[in-house]
Nanobody, 114 residues
Framework: QVQLVESGGGLVQPGGSLRLSCAAS????????MAWYRQAPGKERELVAF???????KYADSVKGRFTISRDNAKKTAYLQMNSLRPEDTAVYYC????????WGQGTQVTVSS
């Protein structure tokens, strides 16, 4: 049974940083593409960033230069380092694991507000 557990969300002031973690179980982690999505109130879920099994990365234009996705295959964990946070980054952030199938975590809330 696939399980993805996100952690690291919370309340942060504009300009601050957070690091999200996604701990995976039930999959051969190192062959999966790992991604982070987010969904703000009243908006559709959108891709934030992904990292392939080979370590290639891609980012949404809105987060380029501020967010960094990474993975630790030994720990079966993906990360999203978020710097220079803005109020418009406020959303529920979801971890996703893909390799033909599509697996989701339960989400973690990130709120950027003064």
């Amino acid at each position: 049974q696939v399980q993805l557990v996100e952690s690291g969300g919370g309340l942060v002031q504009p300009g601050g940083s957070l690091r999200l973690s996604c701990a995976a179980s039930g999959i051969i982690f190192n062959i999966y593409t790992m991604a982070w999505y987010r969904q703000a109130p009243g908006k559709e879920r959108e891709l934030v960033a992904f990292i392939t099994s080979g370590g290639n990365t891609k980012y949404a234009d809105s987060v380029k230069g501020r967010f960094t996705i990474s993975r630790d295959n030994a720990k079966k964990t993906a990360y999203l380092q978020m710097n220079s946070l803005r109020p418009e980054d406020t959303a529920v952030y979801y971890c996703n694991a893909q390799r033909g199938d599509d697996n989701w975590g339960q989400g973690t809330q990130v709120t950027v507000s003064s």
